[in-house]
């Protein structure tokens, strides 16, 4: 029976022991997990093992081996790793993520029922729980206990349910996992899993206090920023009034097909960058539109903010938690609720100008590289292309250092001539003056980039070089090329995942305590008398990660340390942040600092 088990399972000679686990918890908002129970069958031999939570909090280890010579598989591990986390366990050694290589293997194509483990079984033609099934199991073990037995036993099944699935998907899926690059990405699992266990440090009075003063606070700003803009009545914003405010402004704007402005959230949040008399506007439409914006945040009673990371649930491979859940979701003033406790310190690291040094890395393109390491690549490129003379700084060509500025984000989101113009305020012939300069400094980045899109397109896959892939299925128009300006980005974005998620993992590897990844950035925590040293370590390690990416090629970090009592705050949110919290009145019982 072992022998057939083993031959069931080729590609896994390596190891003594396959181990599939599972494990339920119940969790309210904001708040680390309870473990409930777990279920785990070593895949050679058929042992099973099953835990309740009085066993499992008496365990000081996992109850099957977790070193090298042994391969733990789960579906979307974080969750059995927030089991771990909680119960003080170590960290497997071999790692593979079901979930994320079926979105590896599906990324880009459509899916008959999602990504969840239900619809990976139905993907490949298993046999499957009902959907009510498991989502009454799911409520029963997140209401939490007291369980009677009953439900302990149905609970303990339903567990064991999900093990037998794996059981019967693992063999199915393994012929197409790429081991050595899945155990990479499964050795985030537990990464993502610490994030979440960690949580990031809450001002919770002031949180309260903001909430408590909502309603009164909108109306004040509509009263107070609305009349600056002069586009409101009431409450309501008033399309006619802002186009009008744009005339006056001299500020150009994306329009939809009809002719109609194009008022989304997304536009106004680009626009707000490029134009930053739109910002405090953007703000508070944003915040207008956000009734429960509090409520929503995901804060436990211990003061601090934890929600789901959602890796890999982006095409790049990014993580995508909740905006709503998320404090680094909703707008950016509200990043003012972020504040280390007494005696600690946190530091925001950031990648900086990330994917400008990732395509001048991945093209090989020399004059792109120099721009990148001069530190501001974007007067480095006016310099290149002859449009800003040698001793021009930031200061004296900040006019034409935006444009080039604009120019690279453009070609970076592949836009278009016509959107780079509306972008900058300038005529059309600017936008493409500024594009075919972008072209004649940097050719080798327009040769690789288009000779990415030619192989997806040829190949029906592109890929990362630790193989995260995006496949290039039927709804592709090449003609249209919309699809394509898409595959362009891939690279880019897809190789700033790998770096973020290896800086990630090395990062609590070394013990470093990280709170959360900010698409190109992490937040780590520290007490105050350790936290210079800590960053000084961070951002080496982060270093490191991007060289191991980019065979090489370093993409460096710039770091805001806040320590205790001030609090973090995001600049483009500053101002909007001041007034709120003037509007809010002074803090009961506090003196804000």
Same mark, same amino acid.
């Given at each position: 029976m072992i022998t057939a088990a083993r031959t069931n399972l080729a590609?896994?000679?390596?190891?003594?022991?396959?181990?599939?686990?599972?494990?339920?918890?119940?969790?309210?908002?904001?708040?680390?997990? =309870?473990?409930?129970?777990? =279920?785990?069958k070593e895949a050679f031999t058929g042992r099973e093992l099953r835990m309740w939570e009085d066993e499992l909090a008496a365990a000081a280890a996992p109850p099957f081996r977790i070193d090298e010579r042994v391969l733990f598989v789960s579906y979307a591990a974080s969750a059995e790793f927030s089991v771990f986390h909680a119960l003080g366990w170590p960290a497997p050694a071999r790692i593979l993520d079901l979930f994320v290589e079926f979105r590896a293997m599906t990324n880009g194509l459509k899916t008959p029922s999602g990504a969840g483990l239900l619809g990976a079984l =139905?993907?490949?033609?298993?046999?499957?729980?009902?959907?009510?099934?498991?989502?009454?199991?799911?409520? +029963?073990?997140?209401?939490?206990?007291?369980?009677?037995?009953?439900?302990?036993?149905?609970? +303990?099944?339903?567990?064991?349910?999900?093990?037998?699935?794996?059981e019967r998907l693992l063999p199915r899926m393994l012929p197409r996992i790429d081991l050595p690059r899945a155990l990479l990405r499964g050795r985030y699992g537990w990464a993502v899993a610490a994030m979440e266990h960690r949580g990031i440090p809450i001002d919770v009075p002031m949180c309260e206090h903001l909430?408590?003063?909502?309603?009164?606070?909108?109306?004040?700003?509509?009263?107070?920023?609305?009349?600056?803009?002069?586009?409101?009545?009431?409450?309501?914003?008033?399309r006619k009034k802002f186009a009008d405010w744009l005339i006056t402004n001299n500020i150009p704007w994306p329009r939809l097909e009809s002719g109609q402005l194009e008022l989304n959230d997304k536009v106004f949040r680009s626009m707000a960058k490029a134009y930053p008399a739109v910002a405090e506007l953007r703000e508070l439409r944003s915040s207008l539109g956000q009734m429960r914006l509090f409520d929503d945040l995901a804060i436990g009673p211990d003061g601090r903010n934890r929600t789901a990371i959602m890796p890999f649930?982006?095409?790049?491979?990014?993580?995508?938690?909740?905006?709503?859940?998320?404090?680094?979701?909703?707008?950016?003033?509200?990043?003012g609720l972020i504040k280390p406790g007494p005696g600690m310190a946190i530091a925001y690291l950031d990648y900086g100008q990330q994917e400008f040094g990732i395509a001048a890395a991945l093209a090989g393109d020399g004059a792109m590289a120099e721009a990148y390491r001069s530190g501001d690549p974007y007067l480095a490129f006016g310099k290149q292309a002859g449009a800003i003379p040698p001793e021009g700084?930031?200061?004296?060509?900040?006019?034409?250092?935006? +444009?080039?500025?604009?120019?690279?984000?453009?070609?970076?989101?592949?836009?278009?001539?016509?959107?780079?113009?509306d972008r900058i305020g300038q005529p059309v012939d600017t936008a493409k003056r500024l594009l075919r300069l972008h072209r004649e400094t940097y050719p080798a980045f327009w040769r690789w980039s288009q000779a990415a899109v030619d192989r997806?397109?040829?190949?029906?896959?592109?890929?990362?070089?630790?193989?995260?892939?995006?496949?290039?299925?039927?709804?592709?128009?090449?003609?249209?090329?919309?699809?394509?300006?898409?595959?362009?980005?891939?690279?880019?974005?897809?190789?700033?995942?790998?770096?973020?998620?290896?800086?990630?993992?090395?990062?609590?590897?070394?013990?470093?305590?990280?709170?959360?990844?900010?698409?190109?950035?992490?937040?780590?925590?520290?007490?105050?008398?350790?936290?210079?040293?800590?960053?000084?370590?961070?951002?080496?390690?982060?270093?490191?990660?991007?060289?191991? =990416?980019?065979?090489?090629?370093?993409?460096?970090?710039?770091?805001?340390?806040?320590?205790?009592?001030?609090?973090?705050?995001?600049e483009a949110g500053e101002a909007f942040w001041n007034t709120v919290t003037r509007l809010a009145g002074p803090l009961e019982g506090r003196q804000e600092c």
């Open positions: 590609g896994l000679e390596a190891f003594d022991e396959v181990w599939l686990v599972d494990a339920e918890y119940s969790a309210q908002p904001g708040c680390r997990p =309870v473990p409930i129970c777990l =279920v785990a =139905v993907y490949h033609g298993l046999p499957a729980m009902e959907g009510t099934e498991k989502t009454a199991m799911r409520d +029963l073990a997140i209401r939490g206990g007291p369980f009677t037995a009953e439900e302990r036993q149905a609970l +303990l099944d339903y567990c064991a349910e999900d093990v037998y699935a794996l909430r408590t003063r909502w309603k009164d606070i909108q109306a004040a700003l509509v009263a107070e920023v609305g009349a600056r803009y002069g586009v409101f009545e009431g409450t309501t914003f008033k649930s982006a095409r790049t491979g990014r993580n995508q938690p909740s905006n709503a859940k998320f404090i680094f979701g909703p707008s950016r003033w509200l990043r700084t930031k200061k004296t060509h900040a006019g034409e250092r935006a +444009l080039f500025k604009a120019c690279v984000l453009a070609v970076q989101y592949g836009m278009g001539e016509e959107a780079l113009a997806a397109m040829l190949l029906g896959r592109l890929e990362t070089v630790f193989g995260w892939p995006i496949h290039v299925g039927p709804s592709v128009d090449p003609v249209k090329g919309a699809n394509a300006r898409s595959l362009a980005n891939f690279p880019c974005q897809a190789h700033g995942a790998e770096m973020l998620r290896l800086a990630c993992c090395m990062l609590v590897e070394a013990g470093i305590g990280l709170c959360a990844p900010v698409h190109d950035a992490v937040l780590v925590e520290a007490p105050l008398a350790t936290i210079d040293a800590e960053v000084e370590r961070a951002q080496a390690i982060m270093a490191e990660a991007s060289r191991i =990416v980019l065979g090489g090629f370093e993409i460096g970090t710039d770091a805001d340390v806040v320590k205790y009592p001030d609090r973090y705050m995001d």
